[in-house]
């Protein structure tokens, strides 16, 4: 149903079905990025304004939105939301409000080319307010949500993917900082690192039951292109790094001992790659794999934007 009148240009779905085409649960990680960024700043010292903290969530979140709209678009037109069966929903197959008659896929195009216009416009004010070279990070972000779902580029499709995930939700977290700090800091970006490899590792653990639908419409995801076993390594690889380093910047006083605290997300990261290693080939028990990935970068987030601020 794309809410068309006869005759006359399509209307835009009505705005309650915006908030679904969102997929709203998702937006928290990128609210958990942003609040990171924020404390880094306020480790320093530097955070200046709550108004423009709020602003910078908010500019956040429209942008994860339109991606996520995107993705269910470009998902439509390549066929693997629809054939994608035993996809884990809500985690897993996209919003299906497409495949369920709601929208249609150019409803789903339309309204995040709404959402991007206003990010646009709404970031050339933040950036007038906090720093001209806020709009770089702001252009990154637009261009990676875009190119990791629309063609030609469609990097979901080459097993690029997880890797400009991995760099968007980075740019979450310096550009929250940026905003705050007005210019860039390398222990905002020592910060955003380990957050990004475990949001990456989110989109890994949810290619593994979409692996199958995918492979045959030729979305050659990561978990495809890789195999279940090398790809929970990867998985594994990741979570390593992100604590290991964690720990490494600490060692090297670049960042505080309190910021030890993102270490609470190991285990759950840990028993996430165990999951997957065991049950990459029954996607009916991967749930709680990736409940567990999706927990581990959430956790990482607050306990070490927790303990960013405790040394304050």
Known sequence: MGWQTAGKRPALPHWTLWVRMARPGFLVVTAIGCVLGMASAQAAGAFTSAALACVTVVLALMLHAAANMLNDHADAINGADAANTQGLYPFTGGSRMVQTGQVDAQDMHRVAWVLLTLVAVAGVWLAARTGWALLGLG??????????????????????????????????????????????????????????????????????????????????????????????????????????????????????????????????????????????????????????????????????????????
């Not at 970006?189 to 653990?205: E, K, R, S, T, Y």
């Not at 692996?211 to 076993?229: E, I, N, Y």
């Not at 990736?290 to 987030?301: E, K, N, P, Y």
């Open 139 to 312: 252009l990154a972000g637009m261009a990676l949500g875009w190119v990791y779902s629309m063609p030609p580029l469609a990097l979901m499709a080459r097993g690029l993917g997880e890797v400009a995930v991995g760099l968007a939700w980075g740019l979450v977290v310096v550009g929250a900082d940026y905003v705050q700090r007005g210019q860039f800091s390398w222990q905002a970006a020592a910060v955003a690192a380990g957050f990004a490899a475990l949001v990456a590792n989110i989109l890994i653990g949810n290619g593994f039951p979409d692996a199958p639908s995918d492979a045959a419409v030729g979305k050659r995801t990561m978990v495809v292109r890789l195999g279940t076993q090398r790809a929970a390594m990867v998985y594994l690889g990741l979570a390593l790094w992100a604590h290991g380093a964690l720990a490494a910047w600490v060692a090297l006083h670049v960042l505080a001992p309190t910021a030890l605290w993102g270490l609470a997300s190991l285990p759950l990261s840990l028993v996430a790659v165990a999951l997957l290693w065991r049950h990459h080939a029954q996607p009916q028990w991967l749930r709680l794999a990736l409940v567990l990935g999706i927990a581990a970068a959430s956790v990482h987030g607050l306990a070490l934007a927790a303990g960013l601020c405790a040394t304050q």
